[in-house]
Structure formats: C-alpha cells, structure tokens
C-alpha cells in the first residue's frame, strides 16, 4: 500500500479466501519518532454492553517497517500489543480475523459477504483515538458494493472511507458484497435500506416506502435530522438484533419478515426502535456514556431511558407514521412482546420485577442482561421492558399534570436540546429537566418505579387515555409455574418461577418430566394433560433427576394473568381525545 501523507492511521481489509471466513488486515501506524509504540482493540462495543474479548479471533500478527523489516512485537494485555519501532517512521502490522459470529456487535465473513465490526476488527494506537483513521477494502471477485455510514475518503476510490477519529470508526459498521440498496430521501437528506438476502423473499420496495414515513414522523418530532446519510443495513440472515449508530444500524431478522403481518410489524419495531437511538443514547447520553473507555465496563444507571424510552417510542412512532392500528400498538387481541400490552405481560409475569430496581437492572448490565441463565425471570427485570413501562406512565404523568398541554415528547425535545452535545446528562439533571416540563415534583415518581422494585401503578395511565385491561380467561387454567423445552424427545424443565407450585415443592430445572399421576406425559403433551385440571388440584409428578426417578407432590395453580389492555367501552370523549393526541401525536 501507499505510504500515507498525514498522520493517518490507514488500514487495507481484504478477503483473500472468503469461504474460509477470514479478513485479513494491514494497518499503518505513524510512530511520531518514538521508539516503540503501543496499539490496542476493544474489549466490548458502544451499545452492547458486555466484555467480549475481541481479540481472540485474531492470529497471525506480523510487524515490518515499511520496506518489510520485522519489528519486535509483543503482546502486554490480552488486548494490547507494544511495537519496536526501530527507528521507523511508519510501522506495519498485520493480522487476520476469524469472521464467523453472525450478530449485529461481530464480523462475519463468508462467499457472498462481509459485515465488519469496528471493534472486532480494527486495531488502533492507545494514544491515536482522535487521529483520522482511512480505510480501504479490497473485495474479492464479483462483490460491488460496500455500505457504511462512514464517508467516502476525499480522492479516494470504491471502498475507501475516512473516519475523522476512532469513534466514528467504532461506530460505522461496514457491509460489503452484493446487497440491494433501496434509497429514499428525507429533507433532501439520503437515506438507504441495504438488504443482504432480500432475494425475491423479503419486499424491498415496502420495507424502504415505510421507512420514510418512520423517519418523516421523527423529523416531525424531533425537528431535523441530525446527519448527512442515514445507512440501515439489513442483514436478512435468519439472526436477531440491532446495534445502533450515529447514522446507520446494523440490523439482523429474517428474509420471511415481511411475510406475515406480525413478524413485519416487529421488523418496523425493530427498525424505528434503532433509528430513534439517532437520538437517544447516540446523541442524547447518560453522561456515563462517554467518552468510551473500550477496554473497561462503561457502567450506568440510566438504561432505562437510553433504551427503555426509545423501546417505548419504537412502536408508538410506527402507529404515528400510520403503519399499525390502534390496537395493534396496543396489542389488544395479540399481546405480543413489542405492543404495549406484551410489554405489561412480560413485566407483571416476571417475578424479577420485585426483586431489581430497573436502575441497578442498567448498572448490571454487563453481568446479568446480558448472560441470562434460568433463573433470568426470577431475579431481574429488563431495562428494554420496564424502562418502556416507566416511560408510558411519566408520559401519562406529564399529561395529566399539565392538563394536556405537555408529554414525554416535550421533554426529549428539551433533553436533546440541553444535551446533546460532548457531554451527557446525569440523571439528577434528567429528573429536574422532567419536573420543568411537568410543573411539578417527580422524585416520589422515580424513586417508586425507577429505583425500587415495586409494582408499577397503572391507574394513572388508564384513567388518563380511557383503557382497560381485559378480563382474563387464562386464571381458570392450571399450571406448574414453569417452562418446558423438548430436548432428544425428552419433556426437560428449562425455567421454573419463584413461588410457582414447582418452586416451592422442589423439581428442578432439567428435571425430566416423565409422568402426571402415573400416567405418561409425552414430550408434546403438557399442555394438553394439563387441561384435564383445576388450579388447587394435587398431583404427583414422575420425573427423573441425574437418571434418578422420584416422585414430587404438588398443588397446581392458577396460569399467569395475561395483560391485554383495550380502548374502555365506556371511555368518555375527553379521554377519547387524549388517546387520539397520544397514539396521533401532531406536528410540534
Ligand atoms: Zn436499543
């Protein structure tokens, strides 16, 4: 490669042998005359907060001065790496990674494309974070094009991008290979929905149509646009996920998510979800959240706002850009895990909601979200979940207390305005940022649903928007507390729920369950044997344990409410008219 004119740190990307899932990177360091330098990569990546050690897919370092000389490397972390510079004006390293984790945070590499991270993939200079880092990939035959919000390097070629600092660089996920770019434009601002695998499955077209008005109804919000492209790459690759940037994401689903009414409006979710984080957490930060220390836990409380909001407004901004109905938002007739309802659902059935404030749920991020074992359930609660809850009832609050006049939107827009520039809130300021556009008090507010493990009141919020909650067949059904997998044909215990009958009488997780009352319960049947019984019922479980048999007597009880909430029959026109400014929300 070329010698570089500034002092750049350049990188060339290729893909020698992409079936075999390596990209192989040379990266040129400026030494600045010193006599050995030292270059490190991250441990974890800006969004998905758990340590994930990156550089264990690396191999196969190698550094020369630019003629080719080898330079002493040694490595002094895990992730750290000191250069002998010799003398060097310029040193090269080069190494490969092993590209084969498909998720939104990782690299994959393979014949048809490439996703690369820019934590998993570029090595840097711990003391080069805010110099201009150039990067150049060479693709292999018959690939055409790469994606990525970074911007084209000046005088650069195809596939030569310029991050002004590491940051950008971190925060720019590149795809490259033959996707299907969709463009649209907003305020004359482009936008593009990439799809890789969209084949003639997944409906390009729609996807792009819908989006538009997803991003129209935030520039409605929010005022403007705060970048000069907007990149959704779309990774149609049967995964889960999304990682949001400052101005693309990286999102993962199904290339049958357009094929059916709910797992499409869950992709809409899943998008407006990711492109709202343009501002909440990208721009509008817990003061936690930057500048990056990438080689430490980055620990906050405030995760539910930087996500928990912004899984509150997900849904909400696709029912304001039109695109479900009123009750599909609600999740009326199907409470499924993005409507309102589903979220309640998930929140009132978990018995961690009495056990972790959802601020100490952000704090423990790093050791509990995000390593779930069995007994999730039990002992946390989501910051996703509750801090959506927590956001739909402040909102409600606002409203009431302002007669109407203000909302949660109000205070986004005053939060964005204060901060969101190099530093972040804390959230003694978000608080206070609240209580002025309430006109009131709100601590009692936060400490009850924010920083204690209580049950949320809802009354507030229903009384304000005229709702109710259905009325539940599920309570005549009986249950053991627990959930089930069938592995090898056999009926295991995956989950059991505190205080459930299972809990209290002793069965345990991966615990065979053999038979009910001496009768055979085939793996498919559980369900259905369980209809033949009443909640209060005793029954004796067949089960086997490290190949033991024994038998656990038990009483059942009742299935777990299911939250639908619904518009009230009898909802007066004043609340019809507040439910129409919430799920209708005009132009600011
Ligand atoms: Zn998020």
Known sequence: MSLPATDSIIYLVRFPAPQTHYAEVEAVFPTAGQASIEVFMPVWTPGSYLVREFSRHLERFDATDADGRPLALTATRKNRWQIETAGAERVHLRYRIYCREMSVRTNWVDESFALLNGAPTFITLLEGLQKPHEVRLELPEGWTTTMTGLDAAVGGGAHHYLAPDYDTLV???????????????????????????????????????????????????????????????????????????????????????????????????????????????????????????????????????????????????????????????????????????????????????????????????????????????????????????????????????????????????????????????????????????????????????????????????????????????????????????????????????????????????????IAIDDYRVHANQLTKRLENYHPGDRVTVLAARRDALLRINLTLSAERNKWSLEVSASATPEQRTHLRAWLSAPRP
């Open 171 to 513: 925060d720019s996920p590149i795809l490259s290979g033959n996707p299907a770019v969709h463009r649209f434009d907003v305020d004359g601002i482009p936008h593009f929905l990439v799809n890789e695998g969209e084949g003639s499955i997944f409906d390009g077209p729609r996807a792009a149509t819908d989006l538009e008005k997803i991003v129209q109804r935030y520039r409605g919000f929010l005022g403007s646009l705060p970048y000069s492209k907007y990149v959704f790459l779309n990774l149609l690759t049967e995964a889960r996920g999304g990682l949001e940037h400052r101005n693309s994401v990286c999102m993962m689903a199904s290339r049958w998510a357009a094929s059916t009414r709910k797992s499409y409006v869950e992709w809409l979710d899943l998008a407006s979800h990711e492109f709202f984080h343009v501002w909440n957490v990208k721009r509008l930060r817990p003061a936690e959240l930057g500048p990056f220390d990438y080689e430490n836990e980055n620990y906050t409380r405030s995760l539910w706002i930087a996500e928990g909001f912004t899984d509150y407004y997900s849904l909400l901004m696709v029912r304001r850009a039109g695109l479900v109905s009123e009750a599909e938002y609600l999740g009326t007739e199907d409470p499924t895990s993005h409507t309102l309802s589903g979220k309640i659902n998930e929140v009132q059935t978990a018995p961690g909601r009495l056990e972790q404030p959802v601020a100490t749920a952000s704090f423990d991020a790093w050791i509990k979200f995000y390593r779930p074992n069995e007994n999730r359930d039990n002992a946390t609660i989501s910051y996703y979940t509750k801090g959506a809850l927590v956001g739909w009832l402040l909102d409600a609050r606002i409203r009431r207390l302002t007669g109407g006049a203000k909302s949660l939107d109000d205070l986004i827009r005053l939060a964005c305005a204060r901060w969101s520039g190099e530093r972040g809130y804390t959230f003694e300021e978000f608080r206070s940022a609240a209580e002025e556009v309430a006109g009131a008090a709100l601590d009692d507010f936060f400490r009850h649903t924010v920083f204690a493990a209580e049950e949320l009141d809802y009354a507030e919020a229903l009384d304000w928007f005229g709702l109710q909650f259905r009325a539940n067949p599920e309570s005549e059904k009986a249950t053991l507390g627990i959930e089930t997998k069938v592995d090898d044909g056999r009926l295991l215990v995956k989950a059991i729920l505190r205080t459930s009958p299972a809990w209290m009488s002793g069965l345990n997780v991966d615990d065979e369950i």
